[in-house]
């Protein structure tokens, strides 16, 4: 019988404990609120509203630098790098930039006449590493246009508009442009969000200039303007974005069609990734309109599935939520997922560039369909900020070249096999022309000729390389051949003349005897 009672005074007892855990809890949830609150009014000002983006840019640019410095000092960078060096080297020396390994003018292959002022600054900086640093900087600038649509035409609050910068600093894309060479098309994601923001406003006269940046930078873009002129258009911008849109429309058609061929040899230059609907240009759109299921298989094959992914996924699929600001840009993504292009390092994220910033846009006008309106801004639940950045960090640690899987804080130390790699580089003469590996080719590049040997190209050399080549770099771990592909070519390389003058690590540095 006494036992009731005991049980009464623990039960009580338990539920008093119960009551304060509740209360302590409820209480410390209030404070975190109340701080969190004075915090967000600290730096909801003009002062903050200035500060925090540039000071996220800065810290980017230099993360992102020392990521692609570390990875060019370990020749882990694509080997997209050399052909700018090259090309720099030629146009300091007056001669037309004819990269030996595209085989052609580097302004035919993309048309990015920006790289002309960039040449002219490599001049006086060092090539590679102002290049890299160069394309860090520009894909990190571009959270300040972000930062300016998400608290301007979107009006978020500090949270929403954090939260993207987040998103867009751990994308994959980003990442992967920031390590495969030197692409300079990554200029235009700044240009291009800045473009958009800036139409909006009166300073036209920056809508031409952005337009241009961006159009320069690669030809194809041109349809990424046009993307941009039916974006305004949708918001009843028909004034500037018409105008834009035919802007976009003519510059893609007088560089590829026109300007390229005439640098190049006749065609365009990129109709061969599209060759199996058709020959000439013509002949490929019917191609396309007369085999939708084949256009269609080629649109979702399994690479094309994963970069759509890879692109919407980080964002949570935000940009679904407002497809207008994703459809434009719709036909240049199916020509990048159509086309047969060989991956040149990191799934050619150079393709992602346009839809990139389009995405993100998108993105931020999501989060202000899904928010609330508050006193002044639009309030979205924090809930779905987190979600949004730990989705972007599983991503990042999952798919970025970046990712904390790569060991990044090993980069920039060289193997047994780099050191041999860079004692190749140094035993070529500068006036000597070559064949290497793909790690050592931005090393040597800056020659009048220069080219990459690819394990895809076969395993015997050109009978033509004895009168062409000077010296071969055989790098064994690069090409991924067996002993007996490697024996039969370096035995052809005897036969050629050539003379082994370096061996270590698996690196050889086979030279041509010079005529008598």
């Known amino acids: 019988m006494r036992a009731k009672p005991s049980l009464e005074r623990t039960a009580h007892s338990l539920e008093r404990t119960g009551e ?76 037309d930039p004819m990269v030996t390994d595209l085989g ?84 235009a994601i700044p240009a291009l969000m ?24 690669r030809s194809d873009l041109g349809l990424a303007v046009v993307a941009l002129g039916l974006v305004l258009v949708s918001e009843d911008n028909r004034n500037r974005g018409w105008p834009l849109a035919t802007f976009g429309l003519a510059w893609f058609l007088i560089m590829s069609f026109v300007i390229q061929p005439l640098l190049g040899d006749g065609a365009y230059p990129h109709l061969g990734a599209f060759a199996h609907f058709g020959d000439g240009a013509a002949g490929i759109l019917f191609g396309m309109l007369s085999d939708p299921a084949g256009l269609l298989g080629d649109l979702f094959a399994r690479d094309g599935f994963d970069k759509v992914l890879l692109l919407l996924a980080p964002t949570l699929f935000l940009p679904l939520v407002r497809p207008r600001y994703l459809l434009p840009i719709v036909p240049l993504v199916v020509l990048y997922l159509v086309a047969d292009v060989i991956d040149t390092g990191y799934g050619n994220p150079q393709q992602d560039v346009a839809a990139l910033a389009f995405v993100f846009i998108a993105a931020t006008y999501a989060l202000m369909r899904i928010g609330t309106q508050g006193v002044s801004r639009i309030h979205v639940d924090r809930r779905v900020l987190m979600v949004l950045v730990l989705t972007a960090t599983v991503f990042f640690v999952r798919d970025a070249a970046s990712s904390p899987y ?111």
């Open 20 to 95: 304060t855990v509740v209360t302590t809890v409820i209480s410390l949830r209030r404070r975190l609120d109340i701080q969190m609150l004075r915090w967000q009014a600290r730096l909801d000002s003009r002062v903050g509203d200035r500060a925090i983006p540039w000071l996220t840019a800065l810290a980017l640019a230099v993360v992102l630098s020392l990521l692609a410095l570390a990875r060019h000092r370990d020749l882990g960078i694509g080997s997209d790098l050399g052909h700018y060096l090259q090309a720099a080297h030629l146009m300091d020396r007056g001669f």
């Open 104 to 187: 052609h003018n580097l302004f035919a292959d993309q048309a990015s006449w920006i790289f002309w002022p960039i040449a002219l600054v490599l001049r006086v900086l060092p090539a590679a590493g102002t290049l890299l640093v160069l394309q860090s900087v520009a894909l990190s600038l571009a959270v300040v246009p972000l930062w300016r649509i998400a608290r301007g035409p979107a009006n978020l609050r500090i949270g929403a508009a954090a939260a993207l910068m987040v998103a867009y600093a751990l994308h994959p894309s980003v990442h992967d442009l920031n390590l495969a060479g030197f692409h300079p098309e990554a200029l």
């Open 194 to 217: 800045a473009a958009y923001l800036v139409a909006r406003s009166d300073h036209w006269w920056w809508l031409v200039v952005l337009a241009v940046v961006v159009v320069s930078t």
């Open 406 to 516: 790569e060991e990044p804080w090993d980069w920039g130390r060289r193997t047994s096999t780099d050191v041999a790699r860079v004692s190749t580089s140094v035993l070529v003469g500068d006036d000597a022309r070559i064949m290497v590996s793909p790690e050592v080719y931005p090393l040597v590049a800056d020659r009048h000729d220069a080219y990459v040997l690819r394990p895809n190209r076969g395993f015997l050399p050109g009978l033509d390389w004895a009168e062409r080549i000077d010296a071969v770099v055989v790098d064994v771990e690069s090409l991924g051949w067996i002993a007996p592909e490697v024996r039969q070519f370096e035995s052809r390389l005897i036969s050629m003349d050539y003379r082994k003058r370096f061996d270590s690590e698996g690196v050889r540095l086979w030279v041509r005897r010079p005529r008598a």
